[in-house]
């Protein structure tokens, strides 16, 4: 149901409750009092009939004691004529005592007669007296019986004298003779008939009815009844009355209503209005009620709404074109430095920020910037140029905090007491960003602070970096939303960090080998190409050594492949501790290593490779035996070199010569080298060396030297060379 059905229901029932009730109660009184002066007049009348009938009966006792004592039976006949002359009754009878008839006086009433005294068994015809005739001396000498009819006319008389209609019964059920209509006799019996003793009954029309007899001194079976005095059509009226009222109060309901629900209807259809997204939907403000105030209200809402959403439509825009420009960004590149300037500044341009940092975490538990914006001026350093520079501890200060605990902070900057490296601002936001996956080191029993003294600061690997924005346009504080945000952009960070880190590491993974950490054969053929190019463009020597470890077979047959590949780790970290830092050294394949030695000619080559083998056959490898105790297994190693260009035209073909070279010096007995024999010139298509390079008398080429005497003694000249794998890896 609607309102403005709610109303209106409720409406009628205020106003028809009060009309119906009054309608009922004057029903109700109005017959109550009716029936109270029916019942009143009918007791009267009662009365009056049992003392009219009383009356008669002590008349016709008076005639026939008046008859009885008459002595002298002729004049007793003359004394009946007399009281019947008189009127004093209708007729007297007189009977010997055997009863028979003596004398009556004409036009007596038709039987059958009911004497005073008696109570009638049927029809009654008239009221007699009877009276026992005596002579002095008491003897019964018979009767005297004087009688007065029961007629329509003594009915009437009756009627007359108590004002009511009076109905006289004979046999049950029937009527002998009555006053009334011949349209309520009906109904009046009826009435009777649920009647006894004094009680009154109604009738449909409106009369009331009362029985009176048959009684002792009024032996007449009677019915009396009166009209009722309400108003004729009065339930009628009253109907009508109400239905008056209630069509009256529809209409007054239906127009206070509709007058009251009309600014609520306006108000419900500009809500569904603004619902499906029309914000310029208004209400017209009618009055200055609350309803009117209501709809001022949702006009002021709406408008503020309004500008709402355009300003977060904007914001929206802008943000997806940053998340946009973000995610081109993320897809297209591993450059660390630029995913981090894009996160930096779709920040800045998301929360309104003056200023921002980008800090990573490195391997010292040191917060070290990485990207910066619109810090000049607010760093406690010399140099505000160079990211660098902005570096602070875990748990230091905010950025400090936010690393140690992986809970965000935001508020308004408090100087320290203690410098900790971070730039000054006015208020400041910051979150944490981590690897996905990592979980927070710190646990979540103290959220959101920053470590208490004592506190360990998080591991470097719960914890990437911190990205920290600083004094918001306008001077506000930085809010939720802006921290909302700020997460998204550091969740988008902390991908793009572990995406170029896992890069990183599967492109090493790549190319080297995973049981001694050295290059694998797929970077060898890369670098070896590489470093030809680069030695023929330069006019250098490339000297290419290939190792064997002897009877490596019998290391693993006698202590297993487990101290197998504990000679091998050990053999590869003794090769990284031997050559230079610019040296590459990979794992050839088995037990075969090849190491090559850029701007390094054969001197030099036999040099490393004399090193080498005094390093591996001096100190014995301790593997786990079969016993307790470690076992100290020696080793020894063969040596091939072949230097470039000297030995061989390409990259492939110098490999070929260290390797024949290799094989020489096993044949020789192990445990040395062997250099290459210099082969015949080979014509070749690649960048004609700059100096001539001439081997000197001893038959052993120098790098870079066009005679004998320019030869350095080192074996390895400087230049520019590839990425090289560090030492110590």
Same mark, same amino acid.
């Given at each position: ?24 109660? *004057? ?5 109550? *009092? ?31 004691? #008046? ?60 009221? /007699? ?30 009627? #007359? ?6 109905? +006289? ?20 019996? /009826? ?29 007449? &079976? ?26 009256? #109060? ?20 500009? %809500? ?84 921002? #940092?980008?800090?990573? +975490?490195?391997?010292?538990?040191? +917060? ?12 406690? =350093? ?33 100087? &320290? ?13 910051? %979150? ?18 920053? &470590? ?10 719960? /914890? ?63 670098? @070896? ?49 031997? @050559? ?25 080559? =036999?040099? *490393? ?27 020894? *190693?063969? @040596?091939? @070199? ?12 110098? +490999? ?27 014509? =070749? ?45």
């Amino acid at each position: 149901m609607t309102l403005r059905g709610r109303l209106t229901v409720a409406f009628l029932v205020v106003v028809l409750g009060p009309v119906l009730l009054g309608a009922v109660f *004057v029903g109700t009184t109005l017959s109550a *009092v009716d029936r109270s002066r029916a019942t009143e007049r009918l007791g009267l009348a009662a009365a009056g009939v049992r003392t009219s009938v009383d009356a008669l009966c002590q008349q016709l006792r008076a005639a026939a004691d #008046a008859v009885a004592l008459v002595v002298d039976p002729a004049a007793r006949s003359r004394a009946a004529d007399q009281v019947v002359g008189r009127g004093l009754a209708a007729a007297v009878v007189i009977a010997d005592p055997t009863g028979r008839t003596s004398y009556a006086t004409a036009g007596g009433p038709a039987g059958p007669w009911q004497d005073c005294a008696g109570t009638p068994a049927g029809p009654v015809g008239a009221l /007699a007296v009877q009276v026992r005739l005596r002579d002095p001396a008491g003897v019964d000498l018979g009767a005297v019986a004087a009688a007065q009819p029961v007629d329509p006319a003594f009915v009437a008389r009756l009627a #007359a004298v108590t004002g009511v209609g009076i109905t +006289l019964l004979g046999d049950p059920g029937r009527i002998t003779h009555t006053t009334e209509d011949q349209g309520v006799r009906a109904a009046v019996l /009826a009435a009777a008939r649920r009647v006894a003793g004094d009680r009154v009954a109604g009738t449909r029309d409106g009369r009331y009815v009362r029985r009176v007899g048959p009684s002792p001194g009024q032996p007449l &079976p009677l019915v009396l009844s009166v009209p009722g005095q309400r108003p004729p059509g009065l339930y009628g009226a009253l109907a009508a009355a109400v239905v008056l009222a209630a069509l009256l #109060a529809v209409l007054a309901a239906w127009r206070l209503a509709r007058v009251t629900t009309r600014p609520l209807v306006e108000l419900a259809g500009a %809500v569904d209005r603004v619902a499906h997204g029309d914000l310029t939907a208004r209400v017209p403000v009618r009055s200055r009620d609350e309803i009117g105030r209501l709809a001022g209200a949702f006009n002021r809402m709406t408008r503020e709404t309004g500008s709402y959403v355009a300003a977060l439509t904007s914001s929206r825009d802008q943000l997806r074109n940053h998340l946009v420009v973000l995610g081109d960004t993320l897809a297209s590149t591993h450059d660390l430095q630029r995913i981090l300037r894009v996160i930096l500044d779709s920040a800045i341009a998301g929360t309104g920020a003056r200023a921002g #940092a980008v800090l990573l +975490l490195d391997g010292h538990g040191v +917060l070290v910037g990485q990207c910066v914006e619109g810090l000049t001026g607010r760093w406690p =350093t010399e140099d505000p140029a160079d990211p660098a520079t902005l570096r602070v501890p875990v748990g230091a200060g905010v950025v400090g905090a936010v690393a140690a605990t992986g809970e965000p902070l935001r508020g308004r900057w408090a100087p &320290p007491d203690a410098p900790t490296g971070e730039p000054t601002c006015g208020t400041y936001v910051a %979150v944490p960003f981590a690897a996905p996956g990592a979980a927070d080191a710190r646990g979540p029993d103290r959220p959101g602070h920053p &470590p208490a003294d004592g506190d360990p600061p998080a591991p470097p690997s719960a /914890a990437l970096g911190v990205l920290a924005l600083y004094d918001r346009l306008g001077g506000d504080e930085f809010d939720d939303d802006d921290l909302v945000m700020l997460r998204t952009f550091a969740g988008h960070a902390a991908v793009a960090v572990e995406n170029v880190r896992v890069h990183e590491e599967a492109q090493r993974l790549s190319l080297t080998d995973p049981l001694t950490g050295l290059w694998n054969y797929r970077y060898l053929r890369e670098s @070896i190409r590489r470093e030809v190019e680069r030695a023929n463009r330069f006019g250098r020597m490339l000297s290419v050594l290939a190792l064997d470890l002897d009877r490596f077979k019998h290391v693993n047959d006698t202590w297993g492949h487990a101290a197998g590949d504990a000679v091998l780790v050990e053999f590869a970290r003794r090769v990284r501790g031997v @050559i230079r830092e610019v040296d590459l050294a990979f794992r050839h394949g088995g037990e075969e290593f090849v190491v090559l030695l850029p701007e390094t000619d054969a001197r030099g080559a =036999t040099i *490393v490779a004399e090193r080498l083998g005094a390093v591996v056959r001096d100190q014995p490898v301790p593997v786990d035996g079969h016993g307790d105790e470690p076992v100290r297994v020696p080793v020894t *190693v063969s @040596i091939g @070199i072949a230097v470039y260009p000297d030995h061989a035209g390409g990259g492939q073909q110098v +490999l070929d010569a260290a390797d024949d070279a290799l094989y020489a010096a096993k044949a020789a007995g192990r445990d040395g080298y062997r250099l290459a024999p210099v082969g015949d010139p080979v014509r =070749t298509q690649e960048i004609p060396v700059v100096a001539a390079t001439v081997s000197p008398p001893d038959g052993l080429p120098r790098a870079g030297a066009a005679d004998p005497a320019s030869a350095a003694p080192g074996g390895a000249s400087s230049g520019p060379h590839p990425p090289r794998q560090s030492r110590g890896r």
